[in-house]
């Protein structure tokens, strides 16, 4: 019997496996930042333990970071983000703080620094980790204890997932991308539909996806409560990451070409679960609730709780329409937005941040919206401002931010005030996410840009054609 | 860890499914570099609402949170257990929980049951449970029994308290060796 691609990755990682305990596993990359680290690093000192591989760490800022210019002016941020300083310092752990030119939300700076690697296990403690998945690694989330396990052990204790194959049939019409694809996946499982699983996304609408666009897929598993998203390598792969810093170079890059070709799933291979989703007709995406799986096309209305089967799924949308500020049957086109939000670590890559910019390009923001674009690394930032498209943006009427998680979770100062609403090409809709009694639609960032300019969701299909090419 | 053997006490019920984990413990409180005192701003947003089901008179020291399904999804932050535990509760029971909240919530002695809708639905009616870990069976004031299921392994280090890290590197010479049979792709101190 063929072995899948979480199979191959998990036999080459057991440390140990015990009948009746859980395997240890080891982890070839430790990602790190400030808000779900500094109990670890004590736990750490007061066990008395160090950091076992601070060579297969590395930590950065994201979380908590302004996104404008000049200190951060709140306390407790700073000291978490001195205590990070502080922590790494003292373990020996690679830092690339605010101003680096490294610095960025993490899961956009290790792909984009070539440290994230076809075949590796990596955690974070941060549940989007699952974006790494995207390059045929398995890369999941963990909490806090576990972060302090991984940094005494570099291992982690797991059992086996399942895993399920998500396949997608055909390719999505032009205009329709990767976040409405996962969006529609999600709204199709259920924001529990993944748990206990470790997802492989598979079909020529994946194979077609640049790297971005995987990631963004990737990146979105855990919102199906999935461990992990994971996709095969391949060329597209491959050509990401040649040249990158941590890439293996010369006779070492085709011996890592070779071991990476042999990753994928075989043809033969079992799935403890297989779903098909049809992609041919899917159309852009818009969230309407207060979790991720609460989505419909842009082309149709907000749902009747009554329409729903399960007396828990009433009970839910009931109380996120009321939450939403929102009636049945209302157009999603007729949804007026206060607040547009580009970023995160689902979509701020330069693709995201181009295809945004063609669609605003020569428009003005819409009278009373506020928008807000910010970069997903300041590599990125450099790349997108050596392209021009902070000047797009910005004569658009968008503000032209510094790197970091920013709005999709408000921790730092970019936070919408209660009743506000926000079209956000983030990942969490949940209530309170991008600011206490704020309203968050999730969309891709051409419908998101779209929405800025028009002051309500459209259907970004109805721009002209330059903009969704 | 504190060793985990007998919950007994008070039943709150949270009837909502899909409980992420940014209401049980909003982003602001992630600030803290401390590892308690989180307590007081479990379901901050939601508290605010005065018919809140944990605001409610007969909820007041409950030590066991009977809810709905996929309890705990969304956000790795182990803040969400902490504050739980911090607020008094020591054991959660639902029909599923996320992946992520359920093993933080092991790793700190907080008891997460997974228990059929039917029989939750049913624990959701009494007033007061009695749960004894080591015969992994529920019991309510009349003397209804009900059985779950949790990892063998799991349930011996809670039962024992037992610090997992310490576990592991019982095994130090077993990943040592793994480590040199299976040299890491790339340091990220070499980049």
Request: aromatic letters at 6%; glycine letters at 10%; charged letters at 25%.
């Amino acid at each position: 019997m063929g072995k899948t691609l979480f199979e191959r990755i998990w036999a080459s990682h057991v440390v140990r496996e015990e009948p009746g305990e859980p395997a240890l596993l080891y982890v070839d990359l430790h990602l790190i930042h400030e808000v779900t680290s500094p109990q670890a690093f004590d736990g750490l000192r007061l066990a008395g333990r160090g950091v076992r591989r601070p060579d297969l760490s590395v930590a950065t800022m994201d979380h908590n970071v302004p996104t404008t210019d000049g200190p951060i002016t709140d306390p407790l941020a700073r000291e978490q983000l001195d205590a990070l300083r502080r922590n790494c310092e003292e373990f020996g752990i690679p830092l690339y703080p605010t101003g680096s030119g490294r610095e960025g939300i993490v899961h956009v700076i290790g792909p984009e620094l070539g440290l994230t690697q076809p075949g590796m296990t990596i955690v974070c403690g941060d549940s989007h980790t699952s974006t790494h998945g995207a390059f045929g690694t398995l890369a999941f989330g963990i909490g806090t204890s576990e972060v302090e396990h991984v940094l005494a052990t570099q291992c982690i204790a797991q059992r086996r997932p399942r895993t399920m194959r998500v396949e997608f049939v055909g390719t999505p019409p032009l205009g329709v991308t990767a976040k409405d694809v996962i969006l529609g996946a999600i709204g199709r499982l259920g924001v529990g539909g993944g748990v206990g699983h470790v997802l492989e996304y598979a079909g020529e609408a994946v194979r077609g996806f640049s790297m971005a666009n995987r990631m963004t897929i990737c990146n979105m598993s855990i919102e199906a409560g999935a461990r992990a998203g994971m996709i095969a390598p391949d060329d597209t792969t491959f050509a990401y990451l040649e040249g990158r810093p941590g890439a293996p170079k010369g006779a070492d890059w085709e011996q890592a070409l070779d071991r990476w070709r042999a990753l994928a799933s075989d043809d033969d291979a079992v799935f403890d679960a297989e779903v098909e989703i049809d992609v041919r007709e899917l159309a852009p995406q818009v969230t309407w609730g207060t979790n991720p799986g609460m989505v419909v096309p842009v082309d149709s209305v907000v749902p009747d709780p009554s329409e729903f089967d399960e007396p828990d799924d009433r009970a839910a949308a009931e109380r996120a329409l009321t939450y939403m500020g929102l009636e049945p049957g209302t157009p999603i086109a007729d949804i007026r937005v206060d607040r547009v939000f580009i970023g995160s670590c689902t979509n701020a890559r330069i693709e995201d941040l181009r295809v945004a910019a063609a669609v605003v390009d020569g428009k003005r923001v819409s009278d009373g919206v506020r928008a807000l674009v910010v970069p997903g690394s300041a590599a990125v930032k450099r790349q997108a401002e050596e392209e021009g498209l902070d000047r797009v943006f910005e004569r658009a009427g968008f503000e032209w931010r510094r790197a970091g998680c920013s709005m999709c979770l408000g921790m730092n100062p970019d936070i919408l005030a209660p009743g506000e609403r926000c079209a956000s090409t983030s990942n969490r809709n949940f209530e309170g996410r991008q600011g206490s009694g704020g309203r968050t639609h999730l969309v891709s960032p051409a419908m998101a840009a779209a929405a800025a300019i028009a002051g309500r969701f459209v259907d970004v299909r109805e721009l002209e054609p330059a903009a969704v090419a | 860890m504190k060793a985990v053997r007998r919950i007994e006490g008070r039943v709150a019920v949270l009837d909502r499914a899909d409980v992420d984990t940014d209401q049980i413990m909003p982003k602001q409180f992630l600030k803290r570099i401390e590892r308690t005192g989180y307590g007081e701003f479990l379901f901050f947003d939601w508290r605010k609402d005065p018919d809140f089901e944990l605001n409610r008179p007969e909820t007041k020291g409950a030590r066991v949170l009977v809810t709905g399904r996929n309890f705990g999804c969304g956000s790795s932050r182990e803040h969400a257990a902490w504050g739980l535990q911090d607020y008094g509760f020591e054991a959660v029971i639902a029909p599923s929980f996320g992946d992520i909240f359920f093993q933080n919530s092991l790793k700190i002695g907080l008891l997460p049951i997974r228990l059929p809708p039917g029989i939750v639905r049913e624990l959701a009616g009494e007033e007061e449970l009695t749960i004894d870990l080591e015969a992994r069976r529920i019991r309510t004031a009349d003397g209804h029994e009900i059985p779950f299921e949790l990892d063998e392994f799991q349930r011996h280090c809670l039962l024992n308290g037992l610090d997992e890290i310490g576990l592991s590197l019982e095994h130090e010479a077993e990943i040592a060796e793994f480590e040199r049979t299976h040299p890491a792709p790339v340091a990220t101190t070499s980049i």
